[in-house]
């Protein structure tokens, strides 16, 4: 089996990749909101701690 | 060794344990389905009726099982939220939403995807595919709900009230080819054994272990920025390392 003979997968290309594609795109998308969320919770933290005169920046980066 | 689990029920010790534990879920997840998939593209045969068309079938199947499962899950979280007022089962239930809503979207679009070449349409109005819908609209409307109220315990409450409601969809969905006649075909892998090649059989399960283990590494990770979003105002989170430096 070469790899266009893989790729046609007997006509049903569309298909099958239309499923696996989607599922893991869902996935890659799943992984970036939750990073993404994860960021904007830590920027939030930090824009509270800066508003209210907390000044515990002990580790600078 | 004694562990004190207690322990762990407080979001202030959950939030690092979850930290530590979100790489030895997504690990073996990234690698268990890359095994599945290998097994299910290079070594499971060509199907004699569905041709390649059948090798949807292993990432629909796991798909489907974990909508459902996540979904018991969810509701179990949301009760014990509800009946012991425990902070962190409810912010469980509430990482676990999307990720049960993300895999009955996958179920429903693989189905689609497997239902125009093998029956000829993309939907039907069958027990079983219109059962998952509802699973979908269920975990939607779980997350608006949350989503709507501003004060999170009332929006605990209120959520967890549709999600224990909601369950009883679940055994629906799993039954619905037993008790109706349906098009969507009955359950291949029974109790008594299945029909299937040895190989499909170990695709599928590779398959839905690493949707398994995604699935928990995804939600604790959620959970930690609920976690954060939630306890803002306290001193904990004011002391965490990532908080206090600039970047992380």
């Known amino acids: 089996m070469n790899w266009s003979e893989f790729f046609y997968m007997n006509g049903y290309a569309f298909y099958v990749w239309g499923s696996y594609g989607v599922a893991l795109l869902v996935f890659a998308v799943e992984i970036a909101m939750v990073r993404h969320r994860r960021q904007k919770a830590l920027r939030e933290l930090r824009l509270i701690r800066d508003e209210m005169g907390d000044d515990r920046t002990g580790e600078t980066a | ?248």
Not at chain 2, 125 to 143: K, N, P, Q, V
Not at chain 2, 172 to 186: A, E, P, R
Not at chain 2, 209 to 222: E, F, G, K, P
């Open chain 2, 1 to 248: 060794m004694a562990i004190n689990w207690f322990k762990y029920s407080a979001p202030t010790t959950f939030y690092g344990l979850a930290g530590k534990l979100i790489p030895v879920f997504a690990w073996p997840a990234a690698i268990l389905f890359a095994i599945g998939l290998y097994i299910g593209f290079f070594v499971a045969p060509t199907d004699a009726v569905q041709s390649e068309a059948y090798r949807i079938m292993f990432i629909h199947v796991p798909a489907s099982i974990l909508s459902m499962f996540v979904y018991l899950i969810m509701a179990g979280y949301a009760a014990l939220g509800l009946i012991f007022k425990t902070r962190l089962s409810s912010m469980m239930a509430q990482a676990l939403a999307p990720t049960g809503a993300l895999f009955a979207f996958i179920s429903l679009w693989t189905g689609a995807l497997w239902g125009k070449p093998m029956w000829g349409a993309w939907w039907v109005w069958d027990a079983r595919l219109t059962s998952e819908l509802i699973l979908l609209f269920l975990y939607l409307g779980f997350i608006a709900l949350q989503a709507s109220i501003d004060d999170p315990r009332r929006a605990d409450k209120a959520s967890a009230l549709l999600a224990i409601v909601g369950s009883v969809n679940v055994p629906i969905i799993y039954f619905s080819v037993k008790w109706w006649n349906t098009l969507h075909q009955g359950s291949t892998i029974k109790f008594s054994g299945t029909s299937m090649h040895i190989s499909m059989q170990q695709a599928m399960f590779a398959v839905l272990v690493a949707c398994w283990l995604y699935a928990i590494a995804v939600s604790l990770a959620r959970v930690r920025s609920i976690i954060l979003e939630r306890e803002a105002n306290t001193q904990w989170v004011n002391d965490l390392p990532e908080v206090r430096s600039v970047e992380r």
